[in-house]
């Protein structure tokens, strides 16, 4: 179809190569395109990306209205905003057809956090007397006790463990990498993981040094981790709709308001800009009214 599928390729291996984007954002933008690609086959349209004019763009979005939710919209439009960047960027374009593209205003959606009270019913629910209850117990202690995304847990090595130092070697977005703190505490499950359960596991070749592994000694995958919160947020009868960053929205939001610094805070969670830590957490009022009372030299 007018060649989209080289022009594709090539956006691609610029995402991977040059942006150091994870194989699920790269994903992602991909199927941005290719929903405008299948618009444009529907209605009979033979044009190139470098030929596409902003009238046939907006003529999607239009018909990208009617079916998607604004948030949806917007994710969209900003995959095709890059796609194009990238065209101009390797002089394929001289200008872009999303410049007079507006994205539609959503407001600002915090996500559910959990009480300290909620984590610890959570976790006292999994059910220890099965092989992967140690496994489930110690993943959770990890996702709450560093803040990890799904990714991040689930590509977690023995070797990035370093318990003497109290560190472990995070990899992140982009390939990035980061130090962050982890606790006695959250050791010791980690450790009874490692000493009861995977040492008497059937390791995989090339799963040797994963941390957390299923059954059949091999890496967990993402969906198998938003199950066993999922399982038991039912057990619990938790009214909230949580994930695994359910986990890493609390961890934050804890550390804000028990006094930790919000720069602190994002080198934690590995966010690039402070910006992002600042529409992460959940901001109390009234426990940024005690801070002004308890530090402000005028209060006293």
Not at 84 to 109: A, H, V, W
Not at 127 to 134: A, I, M, N, T
Not at 208 to 214: G, P, V, W, Y
């Amino acid at each position: 179809m007018a060649n989209w599928a080289t022009y594709l390729k090539g956006y691609q291996h610029y995402l991977k190569l040059e942006r150091g984007l994870s194989a699920n954002t790269i994903a992602n933008y991909t199927f941005d395109i290719e929903r405008l690609m299948a618009f444009l086959n529907e209605h009979g349209l033979s044009v190139s990306p470098v030929q596409i004019s902003a009238l046939q763009v907006q003529e999607f979005i239009y018909h990208l209205a009617k079916e998607v939710n604004p948030r949806s919209q917007a994710r969209i439009i900003s995959g095709l905003k890059s796609f194009f960047s990238y065209l101009i960027f390797e002089d394929m374009r001289n200008d872009s057809p999303m410049e007079l593209i507006e994205t539609p205003k959503i407001g600002r959606k915090l996500p559910d956090t959990l009480s300290v009270e909620e984590i610890d019913q959570l976790i006292a629910t999994i059910d220890l007397s099965k092989p992967e209850g140690e496994r489930n117990r110690a993943l959770l202690e990890v996702l709450y006790g560093c803040g990890l995304r799904v990714s991040e847990l689930i590509t977690l090595k023995i070797s990035d463990l370093f318990s003497d130092e109290g560190f472990i070697k995070v990899t992140g977005k982009g390939n990035k990498q980061r130090f962050v703190p982890i606790a006695a505490y959250t050791l010791h499950y980690i450790d009874l993981y490692r000493s009861t359960i995977r040492v008497h596991q059937t390791i995989q070749k090339g799963w040797e040094d994963t941390l957390f592994l299923n059954r059949r000694g091999k890496g967990l995958t993402r969906a198998m981790v938003f199950t066993i919160i999922k399982d038991l947020a039912v057990k619990v009868n938790l009214q909230k709709a949580i994930s695994p960053h359910t986990f890493r929205h609390s961890f934050a939001t804890h550390l804000l308001e028990n006094g930790a610094d919000l720069r602190a805070i994002q080198m934690m969670l590995g966010h690039e800009s402070i910006t992002t830590t600042e529409v992460y957490v959940h901001l109390d009022r009234r426990h940024l009214t005690q801070i002004v009372h308890e530090f402000h030299p005028r209060q006293k």
